[in-house]
């Protein structure tokens, strides 16, 4: 297990338990600067994980580029020329130019 797994699977722990992070650190061997330390890389990793899933939950739709070459009566369903996926997810897809 890595150190930073270990570390905050002992934050979960302390966060379960009805100890302060003095007394909480006392059983543990760690430092309270190291404690804190890994603490707010905790809590910067959760909010960034919450963002993300915020992004997620937005109000970003698919577009079903179907309808729109069927309405300008294109003689063919253009190719993608690029897709780009971003790591929350996000697809943008740029397709050739639409021969009416």
Not at 27 to 50: A, P, Q, R, V
Not at 64 to 79: G, R
Request: proline share 1%; charged share 30%.
């Amino acid at each position: 297990m890595k150190l930073e797994e270990k570390m905050f699977l002992t934050i979960e722990d302390w966060k379960k338990s009805a100890l302060n992070k003095v007394h909480f650190v006392k059983n543990t061997g760690i430092t309270i600067h190291k404690f804190n330390y890994w603490i707010d890389k905790y809590s910067l990793l959760k909010t960034l994980e919450n963002k993300v899933k915020s992004i997620e939950k937005s109000q970003f739709q698919e577009i079903n580029y179907h309808y729109f070459f069927e309405n300008l009566e294109c003689k063919t369903i253009p190719k993608k020329v690029l897709e780009l996926e971003t790591l929350s997810g996000l697809k943008i897809t740029i397709f050739e130019q639409c021969l009416v």
